[in-house]
């Protein structure tokens, strides 16, 4: 795994992680519903970082040397555990985000959903 995060590729943050887990024989802990469990636990420990905080601090938490460190762990814990699923169950996630991506330009075209956060008649389909 290259040590530039800019170049890193999901499938070589995957390696590293599968080998990480492997070296620890925890493939007997991580099957889909264990990690989905470890994905949302995570998920809500990031999410504390920001309950009851307004948008003005939230935006300052991040100018936060320490606050921004914590969520940054968060952030990664969820994407181990994501990547790990997606590694364990050969989800193609590259392929996946595609196929997601076209499916909600379908569902919330721009000129329906541009400037507004409200779901449509047809997002609901």
Known sequence: MTSDATHTSLKSLQAAIRQFCK?????????????????????????????FQSSEQVEALFAETQARTEVESEVADVLIFLLRLADRYEIDLAAA??????????????????????KTARSLR
């Open 97 to 118: 985000v595609q196929r997601k991506l076209a499916e909600n330009a379908e569902r919330y075209p721009v000129e329906e959903s541009r400037g507004r956060n409200k």
């Open 23 to 51: 070296d620890r024989d925890w493939d007997q802990f991580h099957g889909a519903k264990d990690l989905a469990i470890a994905i949302i636990t995570e998920a809500g420990e990031l999410l504390e970082h920001f309950r």
